[in-house]
C-alpha cells in the first residue's frame, strides 16, 4: 500500500511538468495570439450600413505566421486578412464584414474559422448581436 500511495504522489506531481513541456512544443513553430476572440455588436438594424470589426493577433511563436483561410458559417459574413507570412513578433488583423440586410430578426451568433501554420491549430472567432428592423 505504501508503494501505491509514493507512485500515486509521483503521478500527481509529474502531469504538471507534462503539461508545460508540451505548452513548449507547441511554441516551436508559428503561433497565432488574439487580443480578444469574441465581439458583441450590440443591436444593430438589419437596414443600416453593414458592420465592421477588426480581430488583431500578434505572432508570438518563433517563425512566420500563414493565414491560409477564413471560414464563415453564413452568407452574411466575409472575412479579410493578408496572406503574407507574419514575422515573428509582428502584428495583423482579420477584418469581419457583416451585412446587415442578410440576418434574421433577433438573436445571432456567427463563427470564422481560422485555419493558419500556428501551432495552435485552428482558431474561432466569434461575432454576436440582436438585429433589429
Do not use: W
Request: charged share 25%.
Amino acid at each position: 500500500m505504501k508503494h501505491f500511495l509514493v507512485f500515486a504522489c509521483c503521478i500527481l506531481f509529474s502531469l504538471p511538468l507534462h503539461a508545460e513541456s508540451r505548452e513548449k512544443h507547441n511554441r516551436n513553430g508559428a503561433h497565432i495570439k488574439f487580443e480578444q476572440t469574441e465581439y458583441d455588436f450590440g443591436e444593430i438594424s438589419r437596414k443600416g450600413e453593414k458592420q465592421r470589426y477588426t480581430f488583431r493577433f500578434v505572432n508570438d511563436g518563433v517563425e512566420p505566421l500563414v493565414i491560409f483561410s477564413a471560414t464563415t458559417t453564413c452568407s452574411c459574413l466575409k472575412a479579410e486578412f493578408s496572406r503574407k507570412p507574419i514575422a515573428v513578433g509582428e502584428s495583423g488583423e482579420i477584418i469581419l464584414l457583416l451585412e446587415n440586410s442578410k440576418l434574421d430578426k433577433g438573436l445571432f451568433r456567427r463563427v470564422v474559422q481560422i485555419r493558419s501554420t500556428s501551432t495552435s491549430g485552428t482558431e474561432i472567432l466569434t461575432i454576436k448581436g440582436v438585429a433589429k428592423d
